[in-house]
């Protein structure tokens, strides 16, 4: 008799543990920040800024959640660790890069150095993946992460909020803004600057916990 083998998609479709659900709901946190803040810049109501960052801080709950159901159930999983770097790059890197550029970081420096943000985020969450995969060979796990967690972008997306519920957007952005040659730099981008040069840096070694 022929092999009743299921369909692939039926199989991809099996492999989805309850933990994966919480990814997704972070990469629905994410992809509901950015039309947020895509939102603000159609209707410039404070509120809809506001709610764009509130869904980052959401985001991470759910992150936190799929790692904590992913270990009780014991269904660790290469698909759920790529989900989830695919979920985090919207949550906490394309989501906050948007934010950013809806408050007013929207100079060509500042856009340079959102492009930065997430670009680090990227190789960091893909530093870390190869990294799973060697342990999972057999190596011995190191007893520190290189680089700090891209959800610590957090952090950037709560102090934009703070900027939001004090009035104080575009121009009026804390930190204020300057002109190099072409283009306008504002203070507030060099944060991302730096916690992208943060989350790929190799010499920052944060113990484990």
Known sequence: MPSQEPPP???????????????????ACGVAAVLSAMRFIATRSTTDLL???????????????????????????????????????????????????ASGLNGGWDALLLVYFVCCGVSRLARYNVTAETLAAGSAAPPYFEGTPIPTSVVLVLILAWAAWSGRLGVDLPGGSIVLGPWTLHALALLFGASGSLMISKSLRIPKL
């Open 9 to 27: 998609h039926f199989s991809m479709i099996r492999s989805f543990h309850l933990a994966d659900l919480f990814t997704l709901a972070n990469a």
């Open 51 to 101: 709610v764009a960052a509130a869904f980052v801080p959401a985001a991470l709950v759910f992150d936190v959640l799929d790692g904590r159901v992913a270990r009780h159930r014991g269904t660790h999983s290469a698909l759920g660790r790529e989900l989830d770097s695919l979920a985090d790059v919207i949550s906490f890197g394309v989501a906050p890069a948007a934010i950013a550029w």
